[in-house]
Structure formats: C-alpha cells, structure tokens
C-alpha cells in the first residue's frame, strides 16, 4: 500500500522533509529522512532523495506507507547495527563505528532513534553511552522499569564492562590506574585533576611489539573518556585517538581512522529485578570489528582473553 499527497497552493516551495512531517506525525523525522535517502519517496513519480528538495503546487508526492501508520513498513532491519540480544526488556546491541548512540539533532541518525523506528516505540534508551568511534556492546532498555533497574546496577558498579584497544608503544604488564578525573563540558574534553571525580581502570597487555600493545581494558567506574584518557596518562594512548593521542604516531600509521577501542564484554549480575530476570548472570561480547581484527593480525599478535 501506499499513499499520494498532492501539495496545495500554500505548500508550494517548502521542503520535501517538512511536508511529511507535518503530514505523517507518527513516524519520526528520522525514519522519513530513511524512507527519503531509501528511494521510498517519489514526487511526480521520480525518486527524490534529498529531503530538502522544494516542492511545488501541484506535485504529488507518493510514499511507501499509509496515512496514520506509526513506522513505515519497510523499517524493520537494524541496518549495519548487529543485535547480540533482543529480550522483551533489554536490547544489546553490537555498535558501529562513526554512528552516535543519542541523536545530537531531534530524530537525527542514531543507534537509539534506529531502535525507536524498528521498535515503534520511544521508550527505548539507551543505559549506557559509548563515543562516536567507540565499536562494540551496548545495553539498551526497552521500557522504564528496565531501565531504572540497569541504571541502578550500573550506579553500584555491579555490571562488568571490559574493552580491547591498541595503544601505542609496549603497555605496562599491567596496571590499575587511579586517577580522578575532570570533563570540560564547553570543551567536551576530560583531564586527570585532583578536582575531579574518582575513575579507576585495570589495564593488562595481551599482546605487543616495539611499537605497539593490545590490551585488555576493565573500567571499575564509568567517567566520560576515561578508558582514553587513562591510557594517554599512562603513556600508553590509544592508536587513533586524535584527542588525547600522539600526533606523530596516529599519522605514521595511515590506515587507522579511528581510536582503535571496541567494547568487548558486558556482564551483569545473578541478583537483579525482576525486569531484569532474561540477562541475570549473562555475560554479552562482541567480536573485534574488522578494522582491529586486521591491525592486530597484520602485527602477528597472539593473545587470549
């Protein structure tokens, strides 16, 4: 099924994106900028991909869902997102590179607003947070009482949350850091400061050569940054890492887009709320994404974890 609109004289030159918002009030802009980019949308039967395209008096726009529909009903895949656990209350998911966790825009692109348009539902969120560039296991309540209950076992320091990253130079043997933390929010930027909040991280070498580590990563508090800024405190900073890294090093190795980190475990305990009963004692991980898989075997890493 679908659905025509012919635009009114009073529509005439508005945008293709703001018509069917106004049009479609059940389905997020994010979803209709999808069903745009998507070939979806036709105006006067030719695809128009751009939703800043001017309409005109006259033209019919057809979409591929019917007026009143909450998502559009080719909205059902997760994209590039891999889904490790799909409960009834709790999601976790396997995050892409380059993508943001909350949309930094109302409906904007983002792992959250990607779970509302296959969920069709906005009481998704997401408990935890992971950077721009930061690859790996995200928990995602689906509805209120898991999330207060997540958020609860995350406050307590009840949850495990192991990372993988290669650092640059040969890490400690291992090591637990200690070192308070301040974020400049203007900035958004993070320093080790006697000011700050307490931020622990227990880092151990899997692997390494002259100029480079693997290392396993246990954050036993959950600051902004922290894992990055612990490692460049150390001395150890991660490869990539364009805020808190090495210059020189990040530009001799050509092929690295990113700060080589990736959420590698998440583990929850036996003794949760009900809400929680499908993940008590689980333990969730995500494998390398590719980009690390390949740096690390190009440099003959063996490791175990």
């Not at 909450?70 to 209350?89: D, Q, Y």
């Not at 348009?117 to 969120?125: L, N």
Request: aromatic share 6%.
């Amino acid at each position: 099924m679908s659905f025509v609109l012919k635009i009114s004289p009073d529509d005439d030159g508005r945008r293709l994106d703001r018509i069917l918002r106004l049009q479609f009030k059940n389905i997020t802009l994010g979803q209709i900028m999808k069903s745009i980019r998507t070939g979806e949308v036709t105006v006067n039967g030719i695809r128009v991909r751009e939703g800043a395209f001017h309409v005109s008096s006259g033209d019919e726009i057809e979409v591929k869902w019917e007026k009143g529909q909450s998502v559009p009903p080719k909205k059902t895949s997760w994209g590039k997102i891999a889904v490790i656990f799909h409960g009834r209350n709790v999601l976790i998911l396997n995050k892409p590179s380059g993508m943001l966790v909350q949309p930094d825009e109302p409906d904007g692109d983002s792992i959250i607003t990607r779970v509302w348009g296959v969920t069709g539902t906005r009481q998704a969120q997401a408990v935890h947070r992971l950077d721009r560039n930061t690859t790996g296991v995200l928990a995602v309540a689906l509805h209120g009482q898991a999330l207060r209950a997540l958020e609860a076992l995350f406050k307590a320091r009840k949850v495990t949350k192991i990372y993988l990253a290669v650092v640059i130079g040969k890490a400690p043997e291992e090591i637990t850091v200690d070192a308070p933390l301040l974020k400049d929010s203007e900035n958004n930027t993070v320093k080790v400061s006697p000011e700050g909040q307490r931020a622990v991280t227990r880092i151990t070498r899997l692997a390494s050569d002259n100029d480079y580590s693997l290392v396993r990563i246990e954050l036993l508090t959950g600051r902004t940054h922290q894992a990055r800024v612990h490692c460049a405190h150390i001395g150890s900073p991660i490869l990539g890492d364009r805020k808190y890294g090495s210059f020189g090093a990040n530009k001799a190795a050509k092929i690295v887009k990113r700060p080589m980190l990736h959420a590698y475990e998440i583990g929850f305990p036996e003794d949760v709320d009900e809400s929680l009963a499908e993940i008590s004692g689980r333990v969730f991980r995500a494998d390398l994404p590719n980009d690390m898989k390949e740096f690390v075997e190009a440099r003959g890493f063996l490791f175990t974890l």
